[in-house]
Nanobody, 121 residues
Framework: QVQLVESGGGLVQPGESLRLSCAVS????????MAWYRQAPGKQREMVAT???????TYADSAKGRFTISRDNAKNTMYLQMNSLKPEDTAVYYC???????????????WGQGTQVTVSS
C-alpha cells in the first residue's frame, strides 16, 4: 500500500506565503499525475493545481499567478508554493496522486489526509 502525507499548513496573515509538501511512501509503486485540491468549510472540494510526471502544470483561476506546483520524482514528493495568500484561500488542502502498485495493472487515485491552511489577520 501507499500513503500520502501532507505537511506545511498553518496560520498566516494575508499576503504571506506557505509551502505545502506531499510525500508518497509505501511499497513499490509508480506515480503518474499529481494534484492539489482544497476544501473550505461548507464548500465542495476543488482542484487547485495539477502536475504531470513530466512537469506540465494546470491551475485553477484562483491560483494562477500566486501558486506554483512542482514535484521531485526522485523523492516522490510534490509541493505547492503559495504566495500572496488571501483569507479566501483558507481551507484544508489535500494532495492526490494517480498511483500504480507494482504487480498491478491500473493507476488509481490516492488521497492524503489534508493539511489546514488558515489565512487571517
Amino acid at each position: 500500500q501507499v500513503q500520502l502525507v501532507e505537511s506545511g499548513g498553518g496560520l498566516v496573515q494575508p499576503g504571506e506565503s506557505l509551502r505545502l509538501s506531499c510525500a508518497v511512501s509505501g511499497s513499490r509503486f509508480s506515480i503518474n499525475a499529481m494534484a492539489w485540491y482544497r476544501q473550505a468549510p461548507g464548500k465542495q472540494r476543488e482542484m487547485v493545481a495539477t502536475i504531470t510526471v513530466r512537469g506540465s502544470t494546470t491551475y485553477a483561476d484562483s491560483a494562477k499567478g500566486r501558486f506554483t506546483i512542482s514535484r521531485d520524482n526522485a523523492k516522490n514528493t510534490m509541493y505547492l508554493q503559495m504566495n500572496s495568500l488571501k483569507p479566501e484561500d483558507t481551507a484544508v488542502y489535500y494532495c492526490n496522486a494517480d498511483i500504480r502498485i507494482s504487480g498491478t495493472w491500473n493507476f488509481r487515485g490516492y488521497w492524503g489526509q489534508g493539511t489546514q491552511v488558515t489565512v487571517s489577520s
